[in-house]
């Protein structure tokens, strides 16, 4: 077994977290987490089998043990896909197999359409297009829920709402820190009423590390002010070039983060690619339909 961990400096801004696990006999799996900014965790090891599988866990800049003096500064699409090449380059690895779910699907796709000969595979929870019709489908839904909506929004002067994610942004990259952790934790309260409505912000505070977790969404929230740092469409339009790619989608039919219509437009555009919808299962990777699919794949294909 290959279980160890490593700590590169990928700039002077930046020092990246990757952990291994399971057999370097096997072939190579590349785990890309989501976010941007959640970072991987220990339970993220059970999809895969550590006799079977070598699985790299890439913690991306500023997210989980990855360490920055400016989260934010050098932090972007581009970025990230410069890191996963050092490090294929490191364990000397020309093929990789990706496994991502949501923002990790986005950054699978996205080096997957920029570096096509280093990918053999990719297993895709969730997927995330990083596209304005994602994003509006995503927001509109939200307006229609009220408790959720109305919290959310009321915090942004009426001039401002139709730009509120740039107004959010300029908040919680304010100077005046009661300010930036104030806004964090709306947006974190929305994301989490999600899943619970009746979540209050004395929870939200009580049930997790603060600082970490107003980092996680500050640098979400940054790259969806940066538009992700690709053009609208890029994935879409540029299918044609991983078509060939074996790909398998998961994607749960009560997935209230992102549609199931972009798995479906995605799997069309690809002559190579099968979509999974699961019933009765949300976003997480961690809902039991969606685990129990993603191991059967994984131990299938990987």
Not at 157 to 179: A, D, G, H, L
Request: hydrophobic fraction near 40%.
């Amino acid at each position: 077994m290959t279980n160890k961990t490593y700590s590169f400096k990928v700039s002077e801004n930046h020092q990246i977290h990757v952990a291994t696990f399971g057999s370097a006999k096997a072939q190579a799996i590349l785990y890309l987490h989501g976010g941007p900014g959640l970072g991987c965790a220990p339970k993220d090891r059970q999809f895969f089998v550590p006799e079977k599988h070598f699985v790299i866990f890439l913690d991306q800049r500023a997210s989980g043990k990855s360490i920055a003096s400016q989260p934010l500064k050098e932090n972007t699409t581009q970025d990230l896909m410069a890191d996963i090449t050092f490090v294929l380059d490191y364990f000397q690895l020309d093929k990789v197999r990706l496994f991502g779910g949501s923002w990790g699907a986005t950054l699978s796709l996205l080096y997957a359409i920029h570096h096509p000969e280093r990918v053999t595979s990719m297993i895709l929870r969730g997927v995330f297009l990083a596209d304005q019709l994602s994003l509006d489908w995503f927001y509109n839904k939200l307006k229609k829920q009220q408790q959720i909506w109305d919290p959310f929004i009321n915090v942004v002067p009426v001039e401002y709402r139709p730009t509120f994610i740039s107004y959010y942004y300029q908040m919680m990259c304010s100077k005046e820190k009661s300010m930036a952790e104030h806004f964090a934790i709306t947006y974190l309260l929305m994301l989490a009423r999600l899943e619970k409505p009746t979540v209050s912000e004395e929870e939200i505070r009580q049930s997790m590390s603060l600082e970490s977790e107003i980092q996680k969404i500050t640098i979400q929230v940054h790259f969806e002010h940066e538009h992700f740092y690709i053009p609208d469409g890029f994935i879409l339009n540029n299918t044609h070039l991983i078509s060939h790619i074996p790909t398998w989608i998961v994607h749960g039919m009560d997935d209230k983060i992102c549609s199931v219509t972009g798995s479906r437009k995605l799997t069309s555009l690809m002559d190579n690619a099968t979509l999974y919808t699961i019933e009765n299962a949300g976003h997480s990777a961690f809902d039991p339909h969606i685990s129990k699919k993603l191991k059967e794949l994984a131990s299938l294909y990987f």
